[in-house]
């Protein structure tokens, strides 16, 4: 069983789940001054102009022979993934935390300080920084060795409101289980937005939910029981982001007075001891844990999770809800999706589909909301199908499917029926449902298209968003431009006009 963070021990090397995980370039080693000079970029562009100060720093002058120099020589051939900046930075922000180094903590917002922002003050805060180095290269040293762990509740946000809507269609109490559960902080997910730790984001959309069961595992629990637990996560928030270190602080003072089950194990095998039980929802979640995994321990979560979908029913549902980074090379932009089994009763899309809910900034917050959509994919009996041309943005003036929004109190299929007859004046059928496309919506959000098979007949007149209407043959289309994608989409779902 793994040793939780907070126990006595000193010296941790980094696990080797962590470099894994994330997948590119982490086995280059680009140097020290190459390390902080990353690290300096990353800062800025993320808004801690105090870390930016001090990585540039530590670029510029680690090779010059001094005390910072002695200090980080042994970690001259670390590679990206050993994540050296981000440790000898926490290492740093613990000592403040610690109230060891009152000069640097003069500079530092997690600790009410001000960011330096005249040259002055930015010499002042380098000549601290220098002589923290100088006098307490120990302690730093040994901080060092800690890998950095956070637990930022911030990512609840969506969570909270896809079980506001999970307790509107099951109408059941939650069962909670978490795998990558950090410090186990998410867990408590309803209490954080009852005292305004996160932000209610959607509070029109349902009860709160009965949260009755509260499981988080993790290879690397942190003991937040322990001084050193809370510190180890404090000190890897960055100073300058004080509303993440005010939610953490927020945060931690809630999971004192609310229990969870918390244990040392591997997600694989937690998943795959999940059972579920009548008169309950299981809900299972992880954020920013995905990557982590190899590609076969996601397969093999994925295929645990739809066989004990296929026991799910609408008195013992089961959810499963990620909010993970859209991919390696996106990590800024997280993605909340959503499955469930049975599918949410006022839906109409088949159980178990992973659905985008929004997307997010890696805190989880604010939440930029999906806008959910539906189009008609309607053929006639010989085979024809309906396109008409678009008279709005997006894609005007191409040639696509009917369709549109979801209006409030809609199934997506009733939406596409809707559409059908708003753009056509035709009447269509669902006869199935063919799949799902993600198309960039204005301002940053996106369109989550749930597109139906119909049966329709009769002449369609355009109307409303259509400017033009007609039935076509295969060969006709492909003579018309079309909107982005659609050809592409129709194909794979074999719904081509014949
Ligand atoms: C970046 S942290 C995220 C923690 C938390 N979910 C959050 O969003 O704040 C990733 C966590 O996943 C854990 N982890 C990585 N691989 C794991 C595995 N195979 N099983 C369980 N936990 C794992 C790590 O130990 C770490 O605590």
Redo the contacts with the bound molecule.
């Keep these: 069983m793994a040793a939780a963070v907070g126990d006595s021990r000193q010296v941790r090397p980094a696990?080797p789940?962590?470099r894994a995980?994330m997948g590119i370039s982490r086995e280059e080693r680009p140097g020290l001054a190459g390390l902080f000079a990353d690290m300096a970029a990353s800062c800025a562009r993320l808004e801690a102009p105090t870390y930016a100060l001090l990585s540039q720093h530590v670029a510029d002058s680690v090779n010059d022979p001094g005390p910072l120099a002695d200090l980080l020589d042994p970690y001259a051939e670390a590679a990206v993934g050993d994540m050296l900046p981000l440790r000898f930075l926490g290492a740093i922000h613990r000592l403040a935390l610690e109230r060891r180094a009152p000069e640097l903590a003069l500079f530092f917002a997690s600790m009410g300080g001000t960011p330096p922002t005249s040259e002055r003050a930015r010499a002042h805060f380098v000549r601290a920084f220098e002589d923290v180095v100088a006098h307490q290269g120990g302690q730093i040293a040994a901080a060092l060795e800690w890998f950095p762990?956070?637990?930022?509740?911030g990512?609840t946000e969506g969570l909270f409101t896809v079980l506001r809507r999970i307790q509107h269609s099951f109408g059941l109490p939650v069962r909670l289980h978490?795998?990558?559960?950090?410090a186990g902080?998410?867990l408590r997910v309803d209490e954080l937005v009852h005292r305004g730790i996160v932000s209610d984001a959607q509070p029109t959309w349902g009860d709160l939910p009965s949260i009755i069961e509260r499981v988080g595992?993790?290879?690397?629990?942190?003991d937040i029981n322990s001084d050193n637990g809370r510190l180890h996560l404090t000190s890897f928030i960055w100073p300058d982001h004080v509303q993440r270190f005010e939610r953490l602080r927020g945060a931690l003072a809630v999971a004192q007075q609310i229990p969870a089950d918390l244990s040392s194990?591997?997600?694989?095998e937690?998943v795959r001891s999940l059972r579920l039980q009548p008169g309950t929802t299981l809900v299972l979640w992880?954020?920013?844990?995905w990557m982590?995994?190899a590609p076969e321990?996601r397969a093999e979560i994925v295929e645990l999770l739809a066989a004990l979908g296929d026991q799910a029913t609408a008195e013992a549902p089961l959810v499963h809800v990620a909010?993970e980074p859209i991919d390696t090379v996106h990590r800024h932009v997280f993605r909340l999706q959503v499955a469930t089994w049975p599918a949410l009763p006022d839906t109409d899309l088949p159980p178990g589909l992973d659905v985008l809910w929004g997307t997010a900034p890696p805190s989880?917050t604010p939440v930029d909301w999906a806008v959910p959509c539906a189009g008609a994919i309607a053929h006639d009996d010989a085979g024809r199908l309906l396109v008409v041309r678009r008279g709005q943005e997006p894609a005007k003036g191409t040639w696509s499917i009917p369709g549109g929004r979801v209006e409030p109190g809609e199934s997506w299929a009733q939406a596409a029926i809707r559409e059908l007859h708003e753009e056509t004046g035709l009447h269509g059928e669902i006869t199935g449902f063919a799949g799902l496309i993600e198309r960039a919506a204005p301002e940053g959000a996106t369109y989550v298209i749930a597109d139906y098979r119909l049966r329709a007949a009769g002449e369609p007149r355009a109307a409303d968003d259509a400017d033009d209407a007609q039935w076509v043959d295969r060969q006709e289309l492909s003579s018309l431009t079309t909107s982005p994608g659609l050809v592409e989409a129709l194909r794979g779902w074999d719904a081509l006009p014949t």
Aim: hydrophobic share 40%.
């Design positions: 696990p789940h962590y995980g762990q956070t637990n930022e509740v990512r978490e795998i990558g559960t950090s902080l998410s595992v993790d290879l690397e629990l942190v194990a591997d997600a694989v937690h992880h954020s920013a844990m982590y995994l321990q909010l989880g």
